[in-house]
Antibody
Framework: QVQQQQWGAGLLKPSETLSLTCAVF????????WSWFRQSPGKGLEWIGE???????NYNPSLMSRVTISVDTSKTQFSLKVTSVTAADTAIYYC???????????WGQGTLVTVSS | EIVLTQSPATLSLSPGERVTLSCGAS???????LAWYQQKPGLAPRLLMY???IRATGIPDRFSGSGSGTDFTLTITRLEPEDFAVYYC?????????FGGGTKVEIK
């Protein structure tokens, strides 16, 4: 059973940078791609991007100009940064195991991020 | 980008009924990499089916999936009280990964 725990700031002002981290607590970290998703009432479920243990990334073109996903294999953690946030970035953000060619079989608990002045 | 369209948006049903949910893709889904998820309020989605017709670990056999190319369905043969939720389809064969808008199965 994969255990994931995510954390980060939940309230941001417009133009600030969203920063979230997800820790993976089992021995499977190096064998998989790890993704970030978000879910909002207006846009539904949206894939943000993915990373593997070596740092190879793949991003959703709709967000890639503002998104960076990074990995720290020594801590079995991966992180998300989204710059210049607006109200449209208000959503529940999930870390998850899943990628191109693999369904999402484990999800983090989700973090509500609200962007408001 | 592959756009997934789910229908209907909402279904009002009673426990014990059979339900069929539809997911249509704007172009063929590579390798039938189509998954279905169930989501309940306040929780993350839960994987039900992958590769269109394979049940995920621990999913009861009242759930089944079918389809290929651009048309997919999820069937629940007899609705149990715990099955009332929102169901999403997702394609993971082409980048970017995309989801349908969801079908809410509510108690009639």
């Amino acid at each position: 059973q994969v255990q994931q725990q995510q954390w980060g700031a939940g309230l941001l002002k417009p133009s600030e940078t969203l920063s979230l981290t997800c820790a993976v607590f089992d021995g499977s970290f190096s064998g998989y791609y790890w993704s970030w998703f978000r879910q909002s009432p207006g846009k539904g479920l949206e894939w943000i991007g993915e990373i593997d243990h070596s740092g190879f990334t793949n991003y959703n073109p709709s967000l890639m100009s503002r998104v960076t996903i990074s990995v720290d294999t020594s801590k079995t953690q991966f992180s998300l940064k989204v710059t210049s946030v607006t109200a449209a970035d208000t959503a529940i953000y999930y870390c998850a195991r899943g990628d191109l060619a693999s369904p999402v079989d484990y999800w983090g608990q989700g973090t509500l991020v609200t962007v408001s002045s | 980008e592959i756009v997934l369209t789910q229908s209907p948006a909402t279904l009002s049903l009673s426990p014990g009924e059979r339900v069929t949910l539809s997911c249509g893709a704007s172009q063929g889904v590579s390798s039938n990499y189509l998954a279905w998820y169930q989501q309940k309020p306040g929780l993350a989605p839960r994987l039900l089916m992958y590769e269109a017709s394979i049940r995920a670990t621990g999913i009861p056999d009242r759930f089944s999936g079918s389809g290929s190319g651009t048309d997919f369905t999820l069937t629940i043969t007899r609705l149990e009280p715990e099955d009332f939720a929102v169901y999403y389809c997702q394609q993971y064969g082409s980048s970017p990964l995309t989801f349908g808008g969801g079908t809410k199965v509510e108690i009639k």
